[in-house]
């Protein structure tokens, strides 16, 4: 990410390999030019600026759009990061954690893309929510199943955000060495292969069963299904 004019130029973060050095690049314009934003985040290895007059909520927002977090960003992506800096550049330039965005991906695989995202909660529950209501009404478990990828598909990108930043700041507030905190950051962002694997099975698995039950299957017989051996394992 970086600023010009008061505006970010998402094309920093594909042209930019957090790879390629061992700490974030701190010497662009500082982001933070306009009114209520701190002093330039690249001056110093801690996210608190120093200004102890600023409530905790405004010490945060001011780092959220600095540079330093725009470069730090970089770090935590890792892939794919052209969609979310995009998100991020609204974000900045409404200032606000909150953006109505679109994600095909979020949409299709909704929980699966929370489990390849490595937002394991959002997606545990996403998968149970649909189960949990069909014991209430069938009517309200049908809802949600047509409801959850509608809400992932616009919210998907700004939560991974919202995450993101939180999880940065904490870790720039420690006394940590940015060598530290980069390997920290690179930890607990990027991508998860094996959580994709896993949500992409259970979302075939749901899909399936819905198919099932629109041909007309009984729960019985599906259930009957789901615990017949195939005929290669007897």
Not at 157 to 178: E, H, V
């Amino acid at each position: 990410f970086a600023m010009s004019d008061n505006q970010h130029n998402s094309a920093s973060f594909e042209q930019n390999d957090p790879r390629s050095s061992s700490v974030p690049p701190f010497r662009r314009e500082n982001v933070g030019q306009q009114s209520g934003a701190g002093t330039d985040a690249g001056q110093g290895p801690r996210a608190d600026s120093g200004d102890n007059t600023k409530s905790p909520r405004q010490a945060f927002l001011d780092y959220v759009w600095s540079d330093r977090m725009a470069d730090w960003l970089l770090v935590y992506v890792k892939r794919n990061p052209k969609p979310y800096a995009k998100t991020y550049l609204r974000m900045v330039g409404k200032r606000k954690l909150s953006v109505l965005t679109w994600s095909f991906s979020a949409f299709f695989f909704s929980f699966a893309w929370f489990f390849y995202r490595r937002m394991w909660l959002i997606g545990v529950l996403l998968m149970a929510i649909p189960g949990l209501l069909a014991q209430v009404s069938s009517d309200l478990s049908n809802g949600a199943l047509v409801a959850i990828p509608l809400v992932a598909g616009i919210m998907g990108k700004g939560m991974y955000l919202n995450r993101a930043f939180r999880r940065i700041y904490q870790i720039d507030q420690t006394t940590l060495s940015d060598e530290e905190k980069r390997t920290a950051i690179e930890d607990i962002g990027g991508v998860s292969y094996v959580g994709a694997i896993l949500g992409g099975i259970m979302l075939m698995a749901i899909y399936g069963v819905l198919l099932m039950l629109l041909g007309g299957a009984l729960p019985s017989e599906i259930i009957e299904t789901l615990y017949t051996r195939p005929d290669f394992l007897q």
